[in-house]
T-cell receptor, first 114, second 115 residues
Framework: NAGVTQTPKFQVLKTGQSMTLQCAQDMNHNSMYWYRQDPGMGLRLIYYSASEGTTDKGEVPNGYNVSRLNKREFSLRLESAAPSQTSVYFC?????????????FGDGTRLSIL | AQSVTQLDSHVSVSEGTPVLLRCNYSSSYSPSLFWYVQHPNKGLQLLLKYTSAATLVKGINGFEAEFKKSETSFHLTKPSAHMSDAAEYFCVVSSYGGSQGNLIFGKGTKLSVKP
């Protein structure tokens, strides 16, 4: 009964390095999301995938890319990390396609960029 | 344009007393509204949502919220606080003007519960 699983939980990068954040859900949900959470700002949508095979930009997509590898997995890639991307990243999913309303969240990836 | 304002950044109550977390919204459309809870070092959990059906919405863990269009409010309440309610709470409005179903999050209200 894992729900939404994110890896890694913590990561420290140097400016300019690249990395991929992994997310998988085992609930057969159609929609998946990537958010970032910064102090005092709530959550902001980076990218989402309304159904398998589709991805769309959210509010703050610059500097990120995503891949909906299959129905279970939705990864987020930072090609050239910048200090402004230091944040806590959350993956989420929802049963309905195109709903825009995440139901289940992972526990987050805490990313620091030096 | 849609926006949401949580009126208190921090609320402190004693265990067993009522909880009131206040939220005002602005929306050009008939909005969908949500409350999420986030416990420390955890992801968010959906507490309840309003989608133009009954104006009083019941959620999990004894929470409820009332949609008041005339006041553009969607306050979250609970009759009796429990220690496990200590967390951060986010009021959220769904925007259909831009990205499909994009959610706009308030800045959060941290709830402390004293024994």
């Amino acid at each position: 009964n894992a729900g939404v699983t994110q890896t890694p939980k913590f990561q420290v990068l140097k400016t300019g390095q690249s990395m991929t954040l992994q997310c998988a859900q085992d609930m057969n949900h159609n929609s998946m999301y990537w958010y970032r959470q910064d102090p005092g700002m709530g959550l902001r949508l980076i990218y989402y995938s309304a159904s398998e095979g589709t991805t769309d930009k959210g509010e703050v997509p610059n500097g990120y890319n995503v891949s909906r590898l299959n129905k279970r997995e939705f990864s987020l890639r930072l090609e050239s990390a910048a200090p402004s991307q230091t944040s806590v990243y959350f993956c989420a999913s929802s049963e309905e396609a195109w709903s825009g309303q995440p139901q289940h969240f992972g526990d987050g990836t805490r990313l620091s960029i030096l | 344009a849609q926006s949401v304002t949580q009126l208190d950044s921090h609320v402190s109550v004693s265990e067993g007393t009522p909880v009131l977390l206040r939220c005002n919204y602005s929306s050009s459309y008939s909005p969908s509204l949500f409350w999420y809870v986030q416990h420390p070092n955890k992801g968010l959990q959906l507490l309840l949502k309003y989608t133009s059906a009954a104006t009083l919405v019941k959620g999990i863990n004894g929470f409820e919220a009332e949609f008041k269009k005339s006041e553009t409010s969607f306050h979250l309440t609970k009759p009796s606080a429990h220690m496990s309610d200590a967390a951060e709470y986010f009021c959220v409005v769904s925007s259909y003007g831009g990205s499909q179903g994009n959610l706009i999050f308030g800045k959060g209200t941290k709830l402390s519960v004293k024994p």
